[in-house]
Every structure is written in structure tokens, then in C-alpha cells.
């Protein structure tokens, strides 16, 4: 069994910071690539950064610049710092680990509003 535990969502004025983390516990041996998605009202959900295992990093372009995705191996944590938020950005943010081995899994998502 895995689980995923979000933290640091929140309300944010535009311009604000905030920082998700993610820890995956549980039968993981290791993980092959960890990334953030959102989904706002009505949209379909999206890729906002990934990170591999090799610390390969994907952005989506609406974030570049903005959000710095990042990893401890160790601590099978994700995390998510993110800058200049536009109103845009909210949304729900959900963790998502893909492991070496067995399926992948999801977290149970945290809001993220971001106020202009």
C-alpha cells in the first residue's frame, strides 16, 4: 500500500508565493518520476512540473519561470515552490508518483486559490 500525503495549499493573493509538498510512504522501492498536475473548475486536468528519478524536469509553458519543482530522493518527497501567482493558477493540485515498479498513484489533491 501507498500513500501520498499533499500539504500547502491555500489561499494566495496574485503576485504571492506558496509551496506544496508531497510524501509518498508506504511498499515503494523507488520512484521513477514525481510531477504536480491541476484541474480547475470545468478544465481538463494538466501537467504543471514533472521530475525524474535523474532530475530531468518538465514544466508546462503557463508556469515557467514561476514554479520550481524539486525532490528528495531520500525522503520520497515532491515538492512544488511557486511564485508569481496569477489568479489563473487556481485550481486543485494533485501529486502524482510514477514508481519503478507496480502502478502509479495519486494524491488526494489540495486547492490552491489564488486571489487578485
Known amino acids: 500500500q501507498v500513500q501520498l500525503v499533499e500539504s500547502g495549499g491555500g489561499l494566495a493573493q496574485a503576485g504571492g508565493s506558496l509551496r506544496l509538498s508531497c510524501a509518498a510512504s508506504?511498499?515503494?522501492?523507488?520512484?521513477?518520476?514525481m510531477g504536480w498536475y491541476r484541474q480547475a473548475p470545468g478544465k481538463q486536468r494538466e501537467l504543471v512540473a514533472s521530475i525524474t528519478n535523474g532530475g530531468r524536469i518538465n514544466y508546462a509553458d503557463s508556469v515557467k519561470g514561476r514554479f520550481t519543482i524539486s525532490r528528495d530522493n531520500a525522503k520520497n518527497t515532491v515538492y512544488l515552490q511557486m511564485n508569481s501567482l496569477k489568479p489563473e493558477d487556481t485550481a486543485v493540485y494533485y501529486c502524482?508518483?510514477?514508481?519503478?515498479?507496480?502502478?502509479?498513484?495519486w494524491g488526494q489533491g489540495t486547492q490552491v486559490t489564488v486571489s487578485s
Open positions: 502524482h508518483i510514477d514508481p519503478s515498479y507496480g502502478p502509479d498513484y
Open positions: 508506504g511498499n515503494i522501492f523507488s520512484i521513477n518520476v
